[in-house]
């Protein structure tokens, strides 16, 4: 019996574990496992937008950005631990990298297509500037900062300094959780007749379907982690023999990791839905830097690792230019297909200087 587009979405994941155990007992060959987790992340979008509809705006985004964030940072700590030579450099490069996919590779993609749909693509500018600042606070303390302080010299914090911005970074990424839930929820809600986009206000599944969602999100995200890492080793014997920088294995792995939200975010956006479309990709980086910089102090500290958080000139001259950019799409609620191009546009140069710095 042939089996449908709804059946695959269960199968996937389970034939990734399969997958996972042929690989361990050395079956299965690279470009096989490259298939197979592609097909696990589409797998994987289609159950986290059953548990969002299920759950509603915005705690449905919501769920997906936290739970594809506390595995990338177990990526990120596992592959720590694998090389602790390049363990210094490898949170800041994967940040960098998710923060840089989403703020304009992601945001870019969603702006154009949701366009597309009329002269201007409209959402509500109070939570997508709320989200945004909160954003640039975040990125300019943990990648910018430790290159101008004196108490050690940069690019690193001294371990006071280090603990005082992972602390503030978990309180004000939590700060805006409940911002966004519960205080000042309507910010980041569809207003006017954007309510009335067609498919909005389609009947949720029900909760045994949300459930099994959820679970098969789990175990989908899980295995995408677990590809990703044994797919890191050669991707780095690829990347080296190319002569490539090691900071292209980071944006790889951030783009593998991010796959989920981003084709979430981009079918939000291509059927008129762009408020739950930057939901989404300011979601996810926000979870990036708030939750991933914490844990691996953590872990920094617990294992005695160093950590380099400072970006250097080039890195911190995109940064800004990407945040100054993005407060200007964002700022008047409305965009179009010309503010889309720009931010793709800086992420070409971000991966041209990355890969010819």
């Not at 366009?115 to 500018?125: L, S, V």
């Amino acid at each position: 019996m042939r089996l449908s587009v709804r059946s695959w979405v269960w199968v996937l994941p389970v034939l990734g574990l399969v997958e996972l155990a042929g690989q361990a007992l050395g079956l299965v060959a690279p470009w096989l496992t490259g298939l197979v987790l592609i097909g696990v992340v589409l797998a994987a979008v289609h159950h986290a937008e059953v548990v969002a509809h299920r759950v509603g705006e915005p705690f449905g985004t919501l769920i997906l950005a936290v739970a594809v964030t506390v595995i990338e940072a177990g990526l990120i700590v596992s592959l720590m631990l694998a090389n602790r030579e390049a363990a210094s450099t490898l949170a800041r490069d994967t940040v960098v990298a998710a923060a840089m996919i989403i703020l304009n590779l992601l945001l870019g993609l969603c702006l154009l297509a949701g366009a597309r749909h009329q002269k201007e693509a409209r959402f509500t500018r109070t939570g997508a500037t709320a989200a945004l600042s909160t954003l640039a606070t975040l990125l300019i303390l943990s990648l910018v900062l430790p290159n101008y302080t004196t108490t050690v010299p940069g690019p690193v914090y001294s371990p006071a300094q280090l603990a005082f911005v992972a602390s503030f970074s978990l309180i004000l990424y939590l700060t805006f959780v409940f911002v966004q839930t519960v205080r000042n929820r309507d910010y980041f809600l569809p207003h006017g007749p954007l309510k009335e986009v067609p498919g909005v206000h389609a009947e949720p599944p029900t909760d045994k379907a949300a459930w099994l969602s959820f679970a098969a999100l789990l175990v989908s995200l899980v295995v995408v982690v677990l590809m990703a890492k044994s797919l890191s080793g050669p991707l780095e014997g690829a990347v080296a023999s190319a002569g490539l920088p090691r900071a292209v294995v980071g944006i790889a792995i951030a783009a593998i990791v991010l796959l989920p939200e981003s084709v979430a975010a981009v079918r939000a956006a291509r059927t008129n839905r762009m408020q739950t479309s930057l939901n989404l990709a300011l979601g996810s980086a926000l979870a990036t830097i708030g939750l991933t910089i914490p844990v691996v102090t953590v872990v920094s500290f617990s294992l005695d690792l160093p950590l380099a958080l400072g970006l250097n000139n080039t890195g911190m001259t995109l940064l800004a230019l990407t945040l100054f950019v993005a407060s200007l799409s964002l700022a008047r609620g409305r965009t179009t297909y010309l503010h889309g191009a720009i931010h793709l546009v800086i992420f070409a140069a971000y991966l041209m200087t990355t890969i010819l710095p």
